[in-house]
T-cell receptor
Framework: EDKVVQSPLSLVVHEGDTVTLNCSYE??????LLWYKQEKKAPTFLFML????IEKKSGRLSSILDKKELFSILNITATQTGDSAIYLC???????????FGDGTTLTVKP | DAEITQSPRHKITETGRQVTLACHQT?????MFWYRQDLGHGLRLIHY???????NKGEVSDGYSVSRSNTEDLPLTLESAASSQTSVYFC?????????????FGQGTRLTVV
């Protein structure tokens, strides 16, 4: 059975802090790992990772995948209150659209 | 612009009633999915479809059904609503043919069963 585990489940930081969110997985026929940010509305896509060791970066957010150790991290530097959200990790298998999601990490950034 | 829309955005219904949640996408995607999101569980897959006339059960399919008569729509039906089905429901779509498996999500439907 495919499994995706995110940690921590929740995190409270202050503006300016750097955070690291973790996602470990056990899936058959791995194709890609995706990170989403969910605020009050529907999740919005952040990154898709398919290759180990290649960092994806967008502004203050970055992510990297380790296919040997089966995990990914999402880093957010210089956090802002607008970063408060649930961050979801999902793993997609080959030749199919059905992804397995983790339970998410709830990030709260205090002013 | 292509989009994926869900309706209604909010619904209150009584236990035992049949309820249908609509999902319409204009991406021309083959794959469509229904998830429910509950505190402490994250997203859980209810049903999914890889194309017209194709439907498959997900993790939590009991009490739900879907039909795919065209590419654009995947309505989700609760046959006899139960209080345990109070949740936020998300519809998503993705294109099977591309290497990018990014899924596009609707805005969600908040369903309350009383």
């Amino acid at each position: 059975e495919d499994k995706v585990v995110q940690s921590p489940l929740s995190l409270v930081v202050h503006e300016g802090d750097t955070v690291t969110l973790n996602c470990s997985y056990e899936v058959t026929n791995f194709r890609s790992l995706l990170w989403y940010k969910q605020e009050k509305k529907a999740p919005t896509f952040l990154f898709m990772l398919t290759s180990s060791g290649i960092e994806k970066k967008s502004g203050r957010l970055s992510s990297i995948l380790d296919k040997k150790e089966l995990f990914s991290i999402l880093n957010i530097t210089a956090t802002q209150t607008g970063d408060s959200a649930i961050y979801l990790c999902a793993v997609a298998p080959t030749n199919a659209g059905k992804s397995t999601f983790g339970d998410g990490t709830t990030l709260t950034v205090k002013p | 612009d292509a989009e994926i829309t869900q309706s209604p955005r909010h619904k209150i219904t009584e236990t035992g009633r049949q309820v249908t949640l609509a999902c319409h996408q204009t991406w021309n995607h083959n794959n469509m999915f229904w998830y429910r999101q509950d505190l402490g569980h994250g997203l859980r897959l209810i049903h999914y479809s890889y194309g017209v006339q194709d439907t498959n059960k997900g993790e939590v399919s009991d009490g739900y059904s879907v039909s795919r008569s065209n590419t654009e729509d995947l309505p989700l039906t609760l046959e006899s609503a139960a209080s345990s089905q109070t949740s936020v429901y998300f519809c998503a779509s993705s294109d099977k043919g591309l290497p990018n498996t990014e899924a596009f999500f609707g805005q969600g439907t908040r369903l309350t069963v009383v």
